[in-house]
């Protein structure tokens, strides 16, 4: 009995997950509601630790591309003064830590959907749980999750749209 795997939802989570999963050899579909996959959201940072984990799974480059070092932040307390900065170059000269970046979410979302390949992603208009209300709880999840294998079992290749990137 072969293992497959729905990943509903193609955002940064779901993609990260799908494309992990196809890494060890397992089949998967995303499910997205969205018509296209396009920029949504803003700027994002990636610290050097999350930079580091994109390096060992052959993303750093991708998300490097268009993107700016990650070089210090500063703390401030709530009137905006600042209480302290972090300046990570000496860090990064040592080679202690993987030099973060900031980037936009679409360019993140877009290194993950490449590697995932577009014939695993899959659009479908009317996937909604209880009413349109996301899941809470492990009984909510599971009984969701039991929705989504009998819906893709039981719906139509026609009904399933491939999704596209901008």
Known sequence: MSLSTI??????????????????????????????????????????????VLELNGLGPCVRSQSSPYLARDTCDHTGRRLATRDYRPLYADGRLAVGAQLHRAHLHQC??????????YVLDDLQFAAGEPCVGARECARAASSVRRLHRSTSASSLRRAHVD
């Open 7 to 52: 990943v509903v939802g193609g955002g940064i989570g779901g993609l990260s997950l799908a494309r992990e999963l196809v890494r060890a050899g397992l089949p998967v579909v995303v499910l997205e509601r969205a018509p296209k996959l396009g920029t949504v959201g803003a700027g994002i940072i990636m610290n050097p630790n999350a930079m580091r």
């Open 112 to 121: 993950l959907y490449v590697p995932v390949g577009g014939g695993q992603l």
